[in-house]
């Protein structure tokens, strides 16, 4: 069992920065992959960033890449969204998930079905 809790969320100015945090419970959070998901009002929960368990490997969205950088912190059971250049149609609550699943086609890892575990989500809005 892995609990996932994020923070970090909170309002900003278009063009501004924020840093999400999503902290795991268990001793085995770095066997793990992790992913970042959002849902806007009215929208479904749509695929952000993953980062393989190593952190070696990392996959993004089209529209967040050169924007945001995934990482993790195996030592610290904490997985990382740093989002740059922020703008209004970021604003969603922001998840992420972690999957046992390991070696998953680019299509996989950006389905929600293939994640085990899920944080509650933390609030980011971007104000224009």
């Known amino acids: 069992q892995v609990q996932l809790v994020e923070s970090g969320g909170g309002l900003v100015q278009a063009g501004g920065s924020l840093r999400l945090s999503c902290a795991a419970s268990?001793?085995?959070?770095?066997?793990?992959?992790m992913g970042w998901f959002r849902q806007a009002p009215g929208k479904e929960r749509e695929f952000v960033a993953h980062?393989?368990?190593?952190?070696?490997?990392?996959y993004y969205a089209d529209s967040v890449k050169g924007r945001f950088t995934i990482s993790r912190d195996n030592a610290k059971n904490t997985v990382y969204l740093q989002m740059n250049s922020l703008k209004p149609e970021d604003t969603a609550v922001y998840y992420c998930?972690?999957?046992?699943?390991?070696?998953?086609?680019?299509?996989?890892?950006?389905?929600?079905?293939?994640?085990?575990?899920w944080g509650q989500g933390t609030q980011v809005t971007v104000s224009s």
């Open positions: 998930a972690a999957t046992r699943q390991s070696s998953l086609s680019d299509y996989a890892r950006r389905s929600r079905s293939v994640y085990d575990y």
């Open positions: 980062i393989s368990w190593s952190g070696g490997s990392t």
């Open positions: 268990g001793r085995t959070f770095s066997s793990y992959g």
